[in-house]
C-alpha cells in the first residue's frame, strides 16, 4: 500500500480516525486506500511511470523472499532492499550465523527510505479521507473535506496536463523514426 494508517495523522488525529474507521476495520480504510490508487493512477497513468511513482510497498514478513529494491512497511516505516551481492536472486532475513531473524531496522541490507513523493501522499490521503466520508455518510461530507478532494483532482489534473512540474519519472516517449521507405517522387524515363 502506498499510504499507512500512520500517514493520514498529518491531516486528522488518530482519535477521529478512530471514530470514522476503527482499527477492527482496517480492511474498510484498505478499500478506501485501493480506491484513491486506483483514482490517482487512472489521472497520471499516460505521462508518469506508475510502477516507479507508485511501486508496492509490502507489509514486512520474515517469511517472505525480497528482491533488491523491494520496498517494505516496518514499524511505520518504510525500508527498501539494497542492491547487494545477496538480494538480487532473492533475500531472507534470516541470519545463519545466530539462527536469528534479522528485521529490516537492524539489518544492513536494508535502508530506511521514504522514497515516496511527500505532494502524493497528501493527495492520496485527502482523496481516502473523503471516500470514508462519503461512505460513512454521502449527504454530509464536510465541506472542508470536499474542498480537499477538488484541490486534490484538480492538482491532478494539472500535472497530467501538464501544468505543473514533478520530480516523478515520467513514461518514455516514443521516439519519431525517419521513414526509411520515403516515396521518391516519379522518375521519367527517356529512350
Known sequence: MFVKRSDFQTVITADQLEQLVPDALDSVLNQQIDAATIEVQAYLRSVYDMSLVMPPIYDWSPYVIYNANDAVWYNNLIYVLLP??????????????????????????WQQNDFRDQKLVQIMIDIVLFFIHKRVSPRQVPQHR????????????????GNLSSNMPTVPQPVDHPNVWSIQPRQQWRF
Open 84 to 109: 547487494s551481492g545477496t538480494a538480487g536472486s532473492g533475500y531472507a532475513s534470516v541470519n545463519s550465523g545466530t539462527n536469528g531473524i534479522l528485521s529490516p531496522d537492524v539489518d544492513i541490507n
Open 146 to 161: 470536499l474542498t480537499a478532494y477538488d484541490m486534490a483532482i484538480h492538482y491532478l489534473d494539472e500535472l497530467r496536463k
